[in-house]
């Protein structure tokens, strides 16, 4: 089993800056993606941004250029750094957690990001 811990939500104007982060722990593997998704009220949950341990990215169209991913193999982290926020950014965030080769899916809580003016 892999736990993961999201922190870094909350409420921010448009045009501002968040930083979110997701903590892996329990059994985690060598190698294996992390990410976010988002699921904003009535909606799916849709990709946000992906990184593999080797360090290889995958954005949805709508963030790019706005938010970085990144992450630390040493400490089991990842984060997205999100920029330009907009108001159709406002959605609660899930970490993700991809083993390999399994394919096992593992989910944070979820954090909430709100932007608003």
């Known amino acids: 089993q892999v736990q993961l811990v999201e922190s870094g939500g909350g409420l921010v104007q448009p045009g501002g800056s968040l930083r979110l982060s997701c903590a892996a722990s329990g059994s985690v593997f060598s190698f294996n993606t992390m990410g976010w998704f988002r699921q904003a009220p009535g909606k799916e949950r849709d990709l946000v941004a992906t990184i593999t341990t080797r360090g290889a990215t995958n954005y949805a169209d709508s963030v790019k250029g706005r938010f970085t991913i990144s992450r630390d193999n040493a400490k089991n982290t990842v984060h997205l750094q999100m920029n330009s926020l907009k108001p159709e950014d406002t959605a609660v965030y899930y970490c993700?957690?991809?083993?390999?080769?399994?394919?096992?899916?593992?989910w944070g809580k979820g954090t909430l990001v709100t932007v608003s003016s």
């Open positions: 993700l957690y991809n083993t390999y080769p399994s394919g096992m899916n593992y």
